[in-house]
C-alpha cells in the first residue's frame, strides 16, 4: 500500500503526542489508535500502518538481544548492561540469551545495529572473503 504524504505526516505527528519524558507510552499508543479507529477519517488505514511502523521501529531502538555462546557472569553482564545504557541511553530493555552455536565470543543488537565479535561471525566474513 503507497502512503500518501498526508497519511505519513498524520502518522508521524500522532507518534510524537505519544511519548511521555522522551519514552513511548503505550497507554497512549493504545488510546491513539481507537480514537483513529473510531473516527475513521480518510486514509486512516495509511496513517494507521505508518504509525504501525513507527511504534515497531522505537520498539526495536530500545530492545538489546546479547548472544554469547556461554552463560556470562553476572560482573560481564552488568559491565555489558552499562555499556549499552550508556550508548543508546536509558529504558533499555536487555535480554540475554546462550548460543552455542556462536562457538565463541558475543553477538549484541539493539534495532538495527550488530555488533558481532562472534567466532561464528568471523568464519563466515573469513568464508565470504574467499
Known sequence: MKISKLARREGKELFRVCFVNGVLDEGRVR???TRVVQAKPRGYLALLSHFQRLVKLE???????VESAVSLTPELRGNVQ???TRVYGAGLSISFVDNPALIGGMKVQVGSDVYDGSVQGRLAALEESF
Open 59 to 65: 520498539l526495536a531502538r530500545c530492545t538489546a538481544r
Open 82 to 84: 552499562s555499556t549499552l
Open 31 to 33: 488510546q491513539a489508535v
